[in-house]
């Protein structure tokens, strides 16, 4: 997917993924019974930024599928997609 978005140094462009709406057991949960998934898919990388002196690179590349902080992020509407502007301290890991 291509974005109109850049993100500025220090940040991540994040599709999150989509909620379950079934359980494994074939259980249908309403909208208001489950908190987001803190997962997503990197769509842009920010440039490296600086902090206290050092360089700090984007840990993550553009298709990597990562885990992100349960409050981390900003949400954002593009082309009628909800993303999320991630900083690179709110990221936990990459799904392999």
Same mark, same amino acid.
């Given at each position: 997917?291509? %974005? ?5 140094? #220090?940040?991540?462009? =994040?599709?999150?993924?989509? $909620? &379950? &709406?079934? %359980?494994?057991?074939? =259980?249908? *949960? !309403?909208? %208001?019974?489950? @908190?987001?998934?803190? @997962? ?7 440039? +490296?930024?600086?902090?206290? #002196?050092? %360089?700090?690179?984007? !840990?993550?590349?553009? #298709? +990597?599928?990562?885990?992100? $902080? ?5 949400? =954002?509407?593009? +082309? #009628?997609?909800?993303? *999320?502007? *991630? ?10």
């Amino acid at each position: 997917m291509a %974005t109109k978005l850049k993100p500025l140094a #220090g940040y991540v462009l =994040i599709e999150p993924s989509q $909620k &379950e &709406e079934k %359980t494994p057991s074939g =259980i249908l *949960l !309403p909208d %208001t019974a489950e @908190e987001k998934p803190q @997962e997503g898919k990197v769509l842009a990388c920010g440039a +490296d930024s600086v902090e206290e #002196g050092k %360089t700090v690179k984007c !840990p993550v590349k553009v #298709g +990597d599928k990562i885990v992100y $902080k349960k409050w981390g992020g900003n949400e =954002i509407k593009v +082309d #009628g997609k909800e993303l *999320l502007l *991630l900083k690179f301290e709110d990221l936990m890991a990459v799904v392999l």
